[in-house]
């Protein structure tokens, strides 16, 4: 389901995964490549398409929750800006919230609003993951040199988790081991 509005989010039942991101930076795809369904969420390849919170819950087990990017898109700046605030407030308030996984596109590295983007989710105590997405299009000697800086960063934030992951939704790489990780979560 998607909300719009806070009152449209649906009831916090069972534990939630958060899928956090620039816009166009993997999230609706690695959704898709964590469930094994290519068209649960809707992919596209324009930034910003995704303008509400899009809610799939997994067998009465689990809830992930696909979020607006931040940064480039498409719309208005008051859309923008009206995405933005609902999708904090959504993270302050979410008591089931587990972890939110913040995708970083692993050909750009951290940017600048994901360094805000991290601030803000430490000073709001939301535990998050950084998870490099479109792995696959760099070479191993690369992806370790994100790897390491992306680590090197994160480690200075309070509420990040002290994992990396790269991942690609297209090759595989490093899915098995995120749905992993969030399954243990979903146990807890």
């Known amino acids: 389901m998607g909300a719009a509005s806070l009152e449209s989010i649906p009831a916090a039942h069972v534990p939630e995964i958060a899928f ?3 816009s166009n930076a993997g999230k609706s795809s690695l959704v898709n490549a964590l469930t094994g369904r290519k068209t649960l969420a809707r992919v596209s390849d324009t930034p910003g398409r995704t303008r509400q919170l899009n809610f799939f819950r997994l ?3 689990m809830m992930l929750a696909d979020l607006p990017g931040y940064g480039f898109a498409r719309a208005s700046k008051e859309d923008a800006a009206r995405w933005t605030e609902l999708v904090f407030a ?9 972890r939110t996984i913040l995708l970083i596109d692993s050909r750009r590295g ?4 994901d360094i805000e983007v991290m601030a803000l989710l430490d000073r709001a105590a939301v535990s998050y993951q950084l998870v490099l997405t479109k792995a ?3 070479k191993p000697a690369e992806l370790t040199e994100v790897e390491s800086a992306v680590l090197a960063e994160s480690i200075r934030h309070g509420a990040a988790h002290p994992v990396v ?4 939704s297209l090759s595989g790489l490093g899915i098995p081991e995120l749905r992993a990780e969030l399954a243990a979560l979903a146990s807890t």
Request: hydrophobic letters at 30%; a positive charge.
């Open 20 to 22: 956090a991101g620039r």
């Open 59 to 61: 067998d009465d087990r």
């Open 165 to 168: 992951l790269a991942t690609s």
């Open 90 to 98: 959504y993270l302050r308030g979410r008591p089931n919230l587990k």
């Open 110 to 113: 951290l940017l600048k609003n």
């Open 136 to 138: 696959d299009k760099l």
